[in-house]
């Protein structure tokens, strides 16, 4: 679907605008601690994530603490978003500095 790789590219983008202006947690232990903290405004989850076991707690978690999320991404791309020479399988944004009207748009489509 058009739609979500276009949704795709945006949480990429807002990935790499809050890297830049704002604040954002990188790697599972990090993403997970910023869920329960309830500092995450938006998480992007790989769907490649080998093995899977290691973020299948993410989804449920941003569903319970009603934090927006993306689980279709690639572990290479996120973790070049996230300004990495590593994969990462998560991200949290939690400061969106000038990607707040990106994320604005971003949970607008999820809901």
């Known amino acids: 679907m058009a739609n979500d790789q276009d949704l795709l590219k945006k949480a990429y983008e807002a990935v ?18 910023a869920i329960e903290r309830g500092v995450a405004k938006f998480v992007v989850i790989a769907a490649d994530a080998n093995p899977v076991e ?11 603490k009603k934090v927006p999320f993306w689980n279709e991404a690639s572990k290479e791309e996120l973790g070049a978003a996230a300004g990495l020479s590593v994969a990462t ?10 990607a707040a009207d990106l994320l604005k748009e971003i949970v607008a489509k999820l809901k």
Not at 17 to 33: D, L
Not at 54 to 64: F, G, K, N, S, V
Request: hydrophobic share 35%; proline share 3%; aromatic share 0%.
């Open 16 to 33: 790499e605008v809050a890297r830049k202006t704002g604040k954002i947690k990188k790697g599972t232990n990090e993403t997970t601690k």
């Open 54 to 64: 290691i973020t299948l707690h993410l989804a449920p978690l941003c569903a319970e």
């Open 89 to 98: 399988v998560s991200v949290a944004i939690v400061q969106e500095g000038d």
